[in-house]
């Protein structure tokens, strides 16, 4: 069922900040905090060229990161999310489940980069990807249509470390940690 921008969960606009960007590279869970186990059986949801599409199999989930990762998606970022059922929404939005957290991810499969924006409404984070050891010559990768936000070149990885993530998110539910984040910005 095709969604309309408006069911986009990470609506709304936050200039990008001219101060430093702080580094995050502790995960929550890392510190000690409770956290909650993740369910068994994991249900893969994600919005690909504003269409959802969804994964219960180990072939399905890789048939799904390689459609999110190596899959040109002009027009729209890729929306993944991982949690005990499937996500819907109804036509008229009355319906509306999703879980507290969601990664984004944005490719430009010819260049070879792409970029990762993770948001967590438990843990209050928005982050993005982070490397320091950006492309000489980035490609402009472009946060969603719907807004004139380009990740920086220091949040571009390269599609191999896009992938890892996104199998690691869609694994366990959890913030992936095969890559570094710094803040991030809802645009």
């Avoid at 409770?34 to 060229?49: F, K, R, Y």
């Avoid at 249509?145 to 470390?161: E, G, K, V």
């Avoid at 993530?165 to 539910?173: D, K, Q």
């Amino acid at each position: 069922m095709p969604f309309s921008r408006s069911s986009d969960p990470a609506a709304g606009s936050v200039p990008r900040s001219v101060e430093p960007q702080r580094h995050v590279t502790d995960h929550p869970q890392r510190k000690g905090e409770a956290m909650t186990q993740a369910p068994t059986e994991l249900v893969v949801s994600a919005i690909i060229d504003n269409e959802m599409r969804y994964a219960y199999t180990s072939e399905e989930r890789v048939e799904l990161v390689g459609a999110i990762v190596d899959e040109p998606h002009p027009e729209f970022s890729s929306k993944v999310y991982v949690w005990d059922r499937p996500c819907r929404e109804s036509e008229d939005g009355a319906v509306r489940e999703f879980p507290g957290t969601q990664l984004r991810v944005a490719t430009d499969p010819a260049a070879g980069y792409g970029a990762l924006n993770w948001a967590s409404r438990e843990h209050r984070e928005l982050l993005e990807s982070f490397t320091d050891s950006p492309p000489d010559e980035p490609p402009s990768i472009r946060f969603d249509t719907q807004s004139d936000y380009f990740f920086p070149a220091d949040a571009l990885l390269p599609l191999d470390a896009i992938r890892q993530a996104v199998s690691e998110f869609i694994s366990s539910g959890l913030r992936p940690r095969s890559v570094e984040w710094q803040d991030g910005y809802q645009v």
